[in-house]
């Protein structure tokens, strides 16, 4: 089946520094990411849907600067962290659509962790 | 805009106990309905999903039904596992390529033997 691999699995860094995360479709085409950000006991919420080739159109409240998202490929996904601060800490989930089987693949997420 | 509601947890249940999770949504047009799972420290995993209306989806021993006259794609299982201890989030596209999953806010279960 589809499968949506994503690093790291976990990261700490340090307040001020960037952190990237991946996410990459392994055996289909993702025309479609979306980069989802999740609270401790709470449910998923989107930050940002990415095209492949275009800009990422970012939901109300996220600061597109802080959240650099990149999606140069069909099978790959990029979020940015830019200068983190420890409020940045959360999980991170990515979600690719899959052209053909207009399905949903979500990878494993991301726990970063900002001190 | 279209949303989902699922029932507040957490659900406490006993091992082979029956087990329902209700779930509405509003949508303006004919959403495909999902569950997913999530296990602690992990990403979504897809449950089972119905793409239109009177649909049951099924996995594992879990089920849902799509009802469009009561907006509803509740999720039982007739027996649960220690195993099946976690979250579950119900969740709807809407039927334009490209959007997102929009989800509920996830109900935590928990099940002892």
């Known amino acids: 089946g589809a499968v949506v691999s994503q690093h790291p699995s976990r990261v700490i860094c340090k307040s001020g520094t960037s952190v990237k995360i991946e996410c990459r479709s392994l055996d289909f085409q993702a025309t479609t990411m979306f980069w989802y950000r999740q609270f401790p006991k709470q449910s998923l919420m989107l930050m940002a849907t990415s095209n492949e080739g275009s800009k990422a159109t970012y939901e109300q409240g996220v600061e597109k600067d802080k959240f650099l998202i990149n999606h140069a490929s069909l099978t790959l996904s990029t979020l940015t962290v830019t200068s983190a601060h420890p409020e940045d800490s959360s999980f991170y989930i990515c979600?690719?659509?899959?052209?053909?089987?207009?399905?949903?693949?979500f990878g494993s997420g991301t726990r970063l962790t900002v001190v | 805009g279209d949303s989902v509601t699922q029932m507040e947890g957490p659900v406490t249940l006993s091992e082979e106990a029956f087990l329902t999770i209700n779930c509405t949504y509003t949508a303006t047009g004919y959403p495909s309905l999902f569950w997913y799972v999530q296990y602690p420290g992990e990403g979504l995993q897809l449950l089972l999903k119905a793409t239109k209306a009177d649909d049951k989806g099924s996995n594992k021993g879990f089920e849902a039904t799509y009802r469009k006259e009561t907006t509803s794609f509740h999720l039982e299982k007739g027996s649960v596992q220690v195993s099946d201890s976690a979250v579950y989030f119900c969740?709807?596209?809407?039927?334009?390529?490209?959007?997102?999953?929009?989800f509920g806010k996830g109900t935590t279960l928990s099940v002892s033997s």
């Open positions: 979600s690719a659509r899959d052209r053909e089987r207009l399905g949903y693949t």
């Open positions: 969740a709807l596209s809407e039927p334009e390529a490209g959007t997102a999953l929009i």
